[in-house]
């Protein structure tokens, strides 16, 4: 008889798993001109450079900071490498919707004006990508070449 006592623990830890909320990683919930980036306390207020990552504060409760730029994000997640992401997120810069930084296409340019200078724009698909490194005469990176090119960058300053 003792399985009987582990039905209702199951029962709500299902409902809990469908449910979600923020008990599921998703990005932050900006609101541009009052959402401050967790990196430099700046308002949060051009949606195509906004950046977020969820990590998981306790076990099934996940916590979803803003960032106003990529590249601050980026440097934020070094600095702070206690935290492990579980979810990345960063914003088509034509659509400006959310997109999965893992699958994401970055531009990295210095003609690219992001809100913090480090000059990433991200994309949905790789041929608007190209598209705007050609015109900028940027470098097109995915999302693991971006953080090590951003590492080795922090290194020259």
Same mark, same amino acid.
């Given at each position: 008889?003792?399985?009987?006592?582990?039905?209702?623990?199951?029962?709500?830890?299902?409902?809990?798993?469908?449910?979600?909320?923020?008990?599921?990683?998703?990005?932050?919930?900006?609101?541009?001109?009052?959402?401050?980036?967790?990196?430099?306390?700046?308002?949060?207020?051009?949606?195509?450079? %906004?950046?977020?990552?969820?990590?998981?504060?306790?076990?099934?409760?996940?916590?979803?900071?803003?960032?106003?730029?990529?590249?601050?994000?980026?440097?934020?997640?070094?600095?702070?490498?206690?935290?492990?992401?579980?979810?990345?997120?960063? =914003?088509?810069?034509?659509?400006?919707?959310?997109?999965? %930084?893992?699958?994401?296409?970055?531009?990295?340019?210095?003609?690219?004006?992001?809100?913090?200078? =480090?000059?990433?724009?991200?994309?949905?698909?790789?041929?608007?990508?190209?598209?705007?490194?050609?015109?900028?005469?940027?470098?097109?990176?995915?999302?693991?070449?971006?953080?090590?090119?951003?590492?080795?960058?922090?290194?020259?300053?």
């Amino acid at each position: 008889m003792k399985t009987l006592r582990w039905l209702p623990v199951l029962a709500i830890l299902l409902l809990a798993i469908a449910c979600g909320g923020s008990t599921s990683p998703e990005p932050a919930k900006i609101r541009f001109g009052e959402t401050l980036c967790t990196e430099c306390g700046m308002i949060i207020s051009q949606p195509k450079f %906004a950046a977020s990552f969820a990590y998981a504060e306790s076990e099934g409760r996940f916590k979803s900071l803003p960032f106003d730029d990529i590249g601050d994000m980026i440097s934020y997640m070094r600095s702070h490498s206690d935290l492990i992401p579980v979810g990345t997120w960063v =914003h088509d810069y034509e659509r400006e919707e959310w997109i999965a %930084a893992d699958g994401a296409f970055f531009v990295e340019s210095s003609a690219i004006k992001s809100p913090m200078g =480090h000059g990433i724009a991200a994309f949905a698909t790789e041929a608007a990508a190209n598209a705007l490194a050609a015109e900028v005469d940027g470098t097109v990176l995915d999302w693991d070449r971006l953080r090590i090119e951003h590492a080795m960058a922090d290194h020259h300053h």
